[in-house]
């Protein structure tokens, strides 16, 4: 039934609820940046530090082993950004520069946006450095990629997003937050290493994908030293307030439980953290009090541990919502950092699996319908029997020379 594009009402509205992307190279942004700081202290910087210019760098240091990429010089990074409220915050991540001469404008960037790991500060990738990481199964699989960047002739800049791994909440597909985590780190990476260029383009796959297209909409204004040349969307989150309300409405209707795929309702802890950096919601109006009482899991746990069967992932789909749920406050925020309706400001490639079970098809096929009514310009790809994580190695040689082209390569 998944992935499926026909079907009834229900079935349409219950099945997205698993939705749960040559000019020369001009002097680097003056900033002072701050090395070392051992262990986890490194994230924590003093309050004093916090305040600055966006962009600019707190701290770094080399990284050596996991989770820094092959054939480069690896930094992890602390640098400055500003959240929704607009107050400064420190924010984290990594940075890769291929080892030899860069070429004539420097290194091209990819700000890589990565996709869902959890909302709690023991998820952030940067902190992945063996495997027992909580999400080291997928922050492997994005690094193996990203060491084909690398020898492809690109630096690669991960941000952690703001409130991961470093003070704060992270606004979990906040579209704004996200973006600005994503320009930021481009515009920090020629601090570390002024051998990278000005010329970038953000990617990133599920959550960090609706990143990407956050980026392309809204980066150029943000970060007007950097010149954003494209974004690629690798199965975008999409279109997430209709499946809340829908999963409201088929629960209490008693017909969630055979509709929804297992782990699903793991999503809807990390939606509630992230919307509530925007706006109050109070979760005891719509949620039934085994969630309610589960819903801490989501400040220590990674989305693996929350689909598994002693949390979310345990939940009768059909039993996690109180029978008259009040979803107003969160599928709001949800429609508001939907990315189908945003001005794009340069191309965007888009990708998507055919047997995605995570972001269905369907999400995506609308929202790039969407986009194109609206007349952005939109390059949409699909692979034939290519699940969520497998788009990132199918979608590799088609996102390389698109980005290429984009680059004059």
């Not at 998820?123 to 084909?148: E, G, K, M, N």
């Not at 989501?298 to 059909?318: E, H, I, K, T, Y």
Request: one cysteine or more; hydrophobic letters at 45%; proline letters at 8%.
């Amino acid at each position: 039934m998944i992935g499926t594009r026909t079907g009834t009402v229900a079935a349409r509205l219950a099945a997205p609820v698993a939705v749960l992307a040559a000019l020369l190279a001009v002097a680097p942004p003056v900033a002072t940046a701050e090395t070392g700081s051992a262990g986890l202290e490194f994230y924590s910087p003093a309050a004093d530090l916090v305040p600055g210019e966006h962009g600019s760098v707190i701290r770094s240091r080399p990284l050596t082993g996991d989770p820094a990429l092959p054939g480069a010089r690896n930094y992890l990074v602390l640098y400055r950004s500003v959240d929704t409220q607009g107050a400064p915050v420190a924010v984290s991540g990594t940075l890769a520069v291929p080892e030899g001469e860069p070429p004539a404008g420097g290194w091209p960037l990819i700000s890589w946006a990565h996709g869902t790991t959890g909302t709690a500060d023991i998820c952030a990738p940067s902190r992945d450095t063996d495997p027992s990481f909580p999400a080291h199964d997928y922050t492997a699989l994005a690094r193996d990629i990203q060491a084909r960047w690398i020898a492809a002739g690109y630096a690669v800049a991960q941000t952690d997003y703001q409130g991961l791994g470093t003070p704060g909440a992270h606004g979990y597909l906040i579209g704004e937050a996200e973006q600005r985590a994503v320009a930021d780190i481009a515009t920090a990476a020629r601090v570390v290493a002024p051998e990278v260029g000005t010329r970038w383009v953000a990617m990133g796959h599920s959550q960090g994908g609706q990143a990407a297209i956050f980026a392309n909409a809204r980066s150029q204004q943000w970060a007007p030293g950097m010149r954003l040349l494209g974004s690629v969307a690798m199965a975008p989150a999409s279109h997430l307030g209709p499946v809340v309300r829908g999963l409201g409405v088929i629960g209490h209707a008693g017909i969630a439980a055979d509709r929804v795929p297992a782990g699903s309702v793991a999503f809807l802890p990390l939606f509630l953290r992230g919307a509530e950096t925007v706006a109050p919601i109070d979760p005891s109006t719509f949620l039934a009090p085994q969630a309610l009482s589960m819903l801490g899991q989501a400040d220590n746990r990674c989305v693996a541990q929350l689909r598994a069967a002693d949390s979310w992932g345990g939940l009768d789909p059909g039993t996690v919502f109180t029978d008259d749920p009040h979803l107003d406050a969160l599928t709001g925020v949800l429609d508001a950092n939907d990315p189908s309706s945003l001005p794009l400001t340069t191309p965007l490639l888009v990708q998507q699996g055919s047997g995605d079970t995570v972001v269905l098809p369907l999400a995506t096929d609308a929202m790039v319908a969407r986009q194109r009514i609206a007349g952005q310009a939109v390059d949409y790809r699909t692979y034939s029997g290519i699940d969520h994580r497998g788009l990132l190695d199918a979608g590799y040689d088609d996102a390389l020379a698109w980005v290429n082209t984009r680059f004059g390569r």
